[in-house]
């Protein structure tokens, strides 16, 4: 069977033509399947559409998470929900076209256990995929592992991939690093990116710097490195530059004009205290975000909770358990908050 998994905020304009779109596109696949609808936590009309579409349609099935958790719970959510073989990863927006899926299962098919979808061409402003282009290219040079560029989460991955992203147990959850992570085998195949079918993007700048950091936070430890190799650097000229200024106060020397001994210098001082500073600074925050990472991870919280659910009898897979963990809140857990419909 064929999963196919589909997260949405605030996208009630566009479920009925996507669903149409799926709907003409299975019809060539031959295969059964599924589409798990992820409402991540809407407050528009994407609930009440996706539930009148999937009582008429029993292969349409939603998962309503408690609130708005955000893009990666969302995806979360639906990976551990899913029951195919084969999982699907899509966009509601209809920016990643149904009619490309054929290819990638014929791909898993073939033997790869994912194949994930690398975008040649963007139908979005000029700045935004600039901001792309370079962040992709960022990620790559920075990560322990290698992340291949321009692929975000539309792919194709079989029961192996799937349940060994399921197994991994941390909460901040950047898929694209989680799935090149995972290994196996896997390769990309290319498409063009569409531009939305409806409504206006979702990711607003703060949930796109916030999944910039995860996924260079989540997978390199470089930075912290890089603050390390600037405070060894910066210590070298300090050094360096406090000898000089010793040495001209005793020996009483000018060099540039300048003598420690007149009242001159002020500037200068200024400027190195403040530049110091703001490098302080700027390194606190770097190690910060590191830090609350951590924070997140110790809580434990579980990545999503789910409100409610129409078509979804089965319960989801049960990540593997840590041994020695604090015990959180497994999807199965989280289940007996639903309230069905
Ligand atoms: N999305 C979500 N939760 C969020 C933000 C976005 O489930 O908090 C979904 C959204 O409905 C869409 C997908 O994630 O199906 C990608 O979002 P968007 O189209 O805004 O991102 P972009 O394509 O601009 O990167
Ligand atoms: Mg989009």
């Known amino acids: ?31 059964d399947y599924e589409v798990i609808l992820v409402d991540d936590g809407s407050d528009d009309d994407t609930y009440a559409v996706a539930a ?21 719970p969302a995806v979360t959510a639906g990976l551990e929900h899913a029951r195919g073989d084969l999982v ?54 920075l990560a322990d592992i290698r992340i291949p560029l321009d692929a975000g989460d539309f792919c194709v991955m079989n029961r192996r ?11 901040s959850r950047f898929i694209r690093g989680l799935r090149s992570w995972v290994g196996l085998r896997q390769t990309g195949l290319a498409y063009e990116r569409q531009a939305r079918a409806a409504g206006t993007p979702k990711y607003t700048f703060r949930k796109l710097l916030q999944l910039g950091l995860d996924g260079i936070c989540n997978f390199s430890a470089k930075p912290l490195r890089l603050i390390l190799l600037a405070g060894v650097a910066l210590g070298v000229f300090s050094l360096a530059a406090a000898l000089v200024v010793l040495v001209q106060y005793a020996a009483d020397w000018t060099i540039w004009g300048y003598n420690p001994r007149d009242q001159k210098g002020w500037t200068s001082l200024m400027l190195a205290v403040l530049f110091l500073s703001s490098a302080q600074l700027f390194c606190l925050g770097i190690i910060g975000e590191y830090v609350g990472r951590l924070f997140d991870e110790v809580k ?13 009898n089965a319960r989801p897979r049960r990540r593997r358990k840590r041994r020695g963990a604090t015990r959180r809140l497994t999807p199965s857990a989280a289940q007996d908050y639903t309230d069905g419909v």
């Open 1 to 31: 069977m064929i999963s196919i998994i589909i997260p949405a905020f605030n996208e009630g304009d566009g479920i009925r033509p996507l669903h149409q779109r799926l709907t003409d596109c299975a019809a060539a696949w031959n295969e």
């Open 52 to 72: 009148e579409i999937a009582w008429s349609d029993p292969r349409f099935k939603v998962v309503s998470l408690a609130r708005n958790f955000g893009h990666q």
């Open 88 to 141: 699907a990863i899509l966009d509601a927006d209809l920016q990643d076209p149904p009619e490309e899926l054929h290819r990638f299962f014929r791909k898993c098919r073939e033997g790869y256990d994912i194949v994930y979808a690398v975008r040649t061409r963007r139908k979005e402003g000029l700045l935004k995929r600039a901001c792309y282009k370079v962040y992709y290219r960022l990620l790559a040079s």
């Open 161 to 171: 991939a799937v349940d060994a992203l399921n197994a991994l147990p941390e909460r």
């Open 300 to 312: 434990g919280r579980p990545v999503y909770l789910v409100g409610r659910t129409v078509n979804l």
